[in-house]
């Protein structure tokens, strides 16, 4: 049930774009977008519902398309500060119950 | 405003020995979560609390975890006895209701030798 994100990880140098993949066996309600620095927390980014809409915060942005169950989330012209581990997490339609994904490593170099 | 609040920080204990972790969640949220983290992998939830109800403890390991948020307010998780596998940052999270959005506490890192 868990959800799969994709890449596992990705090494990026400042000013690339960068895509990371959630993908459900299930079919979604909701997909919230996380990202965890080592040591820290998960500090939420955003919050996408059933509909296919898209979110942009600043130069990260995320699509939802409830047909492929899954949500992307597309980082632009990535900056240092990006790097850290990205999670999905979501809920399921029809349920409250709300699963992480498998996580992306996200390193952005100079 | 204040955010989630959780202590201690880091915790090392002897196997067998009992350990409790408490969290204070943002004014006014409704709903609390405890979640487990081993590392470099996502959260995994252990409880979810609905006010004073705890709603979801499918995943709780019941023999040895217990939890409690008597008024409300504040929550405790407490594990007795400790096992070597726990060792793990122990999260808590809290939303105004189940269906927004979750801030999570810093963690307490906990290591069991």
């Known amino acids: 049930q868990q959800p799969v994100q994709s890449p596992q990880a990705v090494i990026l140098r400042e000013g690339e774009d960068a895509v990371i993949n959630c993908s459900s066996s299930k079919a979604l309600y909701s997909v919230h977008w996380y990202r965890q620095k080592h040591g820290e927390a998960p500090v939420f980014l955003m919050i996408?519902?059933?509909?296919?809409e898209q979110k942009g915060h600043e130069k990260i942005s995320a699509s939802f398309n409830e047909k492929k169950q899954q949500s992307s989330l597309y980082l632009t012209a990535s900056q240092l500060s990006y790097s850290g581990t990205y999670f999905c997490g979501i809920r399921f339609s029809g349920t409250y119950k709300y699963i992480f994904g498998t996580g992306t490593r996200l390193k952005v170099l100079a | 405003e204040a955010g989630v609040v959780q202590s201690p920080r880091y915790k090392i204990i002897e196997k067998k020995q009992p350990v409790a972790f408490w969290c204070n969640p943002i004014?006014?949220?409704?709903?609390l979560y405890w979640y487990l983290q081993n590392l470099g992998q996502g959260p995994e939830l252990l409880i979810r609390y609905e006010n004073e109800e705890a709603v979801d403890d499918s995943q709780l390991p019941k023999d040895r975890f217990s939890a409690e948020r008597l008024k409300g307010v504040d929550s405790t998780l407490k594990i007795q006895p400790a096992e070597l596998g726990d060792s793990a940052v122990y999260l808590c999270?809290?939303?105004?209701?189940?269906?927004?959005?979750?801030?999570f506490g810093p963690g307490t890192r906990l290591t069991v030798l």
């Open positions: 999270a809290s939303s105004l209701s189940r269906e927004d959005t979750q801030y």
């Open positions: 004014s006014g949220h409704n709903t």
């Open positions: 996408l519902l059933k509909g296919g």
